[in-house]
Structure formats: C-alpha cells, structure tokens
C-alpha cells in the first residue's frame, strides 16, 4: 500500500495567516492526490482533486500544488470557518490511502 | 443536487453481521462508481472498498482488513448501494460513510452511521 505521510499533524495559527500543510507519498503517485476538509462532527468534504484544481464552489484562498512524491495544501488567509482537519487521499493505486490527518486550530 | 442517506448501524457483537444501506439521490446512480469509506472514533479515513458501475465492469475492489468479510453490492432499480459486514470484529467500530466516487475523487458524502462492535 502507498503510505501517505502528512505534517504537521496539528497547526496553531491566527486569522488571516497563510497556513501550509505537507502530505508526503512513499511512491511516485504523479498528481493523484486529493485533499479534504472536515469539520467537527461532519462528512469530509473535497476541497482540491488532481493535486491543484478547486473543486467548484471552494474558495479561492484554498490551493495545492505539487506531483510525484511531494504536495502542498494552502490556505493563504486562513479564517475562523477553515477550523477543521484536513486529509490527503492518493487513488494511484488501490487501496486509496490517506494520509493521518493535520488539526487545525485558531 | 446529490444526497446520499445511510442506514442499518447500530450495536452488534463480535462475530455477528449487520447490513448498512446507502439511498442516493440527485444523479444517475446507476452510472456512479460508489465507495465506503469508514472512521474508527476520533481516528482518521479508511478507505472500505468501492463498487464500479455496470458499464464499467460492475467489479467491486476491498481493502485488505475487511476483504472475505465485507461484500459491497447495489440496487440499481432502488437507487441504493449495500455494505454486508459479517465476522465482524472491534475494531470494525467505525462511522461508516457511503461516497460517489469518480475514479478516485471521493466527491459526494453521505451523513454517516455508526457501527460500533462490543460485547
């Protein structure tokens, strides 16, 4: 199975702060890789799919970028509503792997 | 707009069997490639398997803990996917999720049940 490695695995920050969070794969996964919102006591939700597109109606300050082994979640001004735990997904290979989750608190 | 309600979690023993059901609505269900993704409390996302539509192959792909146990099947007339767990262990205490899944895009989630497996 391919290991998905995310860091930190929890994050202080403040309003308006850029948030950076890493999700690490232990094989070339090219850019198959998506990233997740979950909010306390809800679904997860799909924010980025293929590495770097919005999924329709996710807002901008939201981005990834990165291929291969090696991606970049974003949130350039991080607000009160992004408080939740963030996920990355490979689906390269079966099984779908994701990573352990990144808390993310105001 | 797609809505996905599951049903069927509940308390079960170890060793027993319990059968959660998926009712889509909002697209064509049968066209969809669906997936079970499951979250043990205050754990993180285990993917469970999915089934493919027909007219890709219909075939069904398991992750390794649940495979021989688990059988994901669909009622393309009703519009609603299974998830049959037998053999049924503690650890298989999870909130359960039914997803739309668009050949790896987990895009469409469902509220959740819970299983929780205890004696």
């Known amino acids: 199975d391919i290991q998905m490695t995310q860091s930190p695995s929890s994050l202080s920050a403040s309003v308006g702060d850029r948030v950076t969070i890493t999700c690490q794969a232990s094989?070339?996964?090219?850019?198959?890789l998506n990233w997740y919102q979950q909010k306390p006591g809800k679904a997860p939700k799909l924010l980025i799919y293929d590495a770097s597109n919005l999924e329709t109606g996710v807002p901008s300050r939201f981005s990834g970028s990165g291929s291969g082994t090696d991606f970049i979640f974003t949130i350039s001004s991080l607000q009160p509503e992004d408080i939740a735990t963030y996920y990355c997904?490979?689906?390269?290979?079966?099984?779908?792997?994701f990573g352990q989750g990144t808390k993310l608190e105001i | 707009e797609v809505q996905l309600v599951e049903s069927g979690g509940g308390l079960v023993k170890p060793g027993g069997s319990l059968k959660l059901s998926c009712a889509a609505s909002?697209?064509?269900?049968?066209?969809?490639?669906m997936s079970w993704v499951r979250q043990a409390p205050g754990k993180g996302l285990e993917w469970v398997g999915r089934?493919?539509?027909?007219?890709?192959?219909?075939?069904?792909d398991y992750a390794a803990p649940v495979k021989g146990r688990f059988t994901i099947s669909r009622d393309d007339s009703k519009n609603t996917l299974y998830l049959q767990m037998n053999s049924l262990k503690t650890e298989d205490t999870a909130v359960y999720y039914c997803?739309?899944?668009?050949?790896?895009?987990?895009?469409?989630w469902g509220q959740g049940t819970l299983v929780t497996v205890s004696s």
């Open positions: 089934f493919k539509s027909k007219t890709d192959g219909g075939t069904t």
């Open positions: 909002g697209f064509t269900f049968s066209n969809a490639w």
């Open positions: 997904q490979q689906y390269d290979n079966l099984p779908y792997t």
């Open positions: 997803i739309t899944d668009l050949g790896g895009h987990l895009d469409s």
């Open positions: 094989q070339d996964i090219s850019n198959y």
